[in-house]
């Protein structure tokens, strides 16, 4: 269970990083 939500917070970050960089490079 702690396993499964390290993973879930680890793709929330990727996904808020990937939208931050997509408003730097538009």
Do not use: D, G, P
């Amino acid at each position: 269970l702690e396993a499964a939500l390290i993973y879930w917070l680890f793709c929330l970050v990727l996904e808020v990083i990937q939208k931050r960089v997509e408003k730097i490079l538009n």
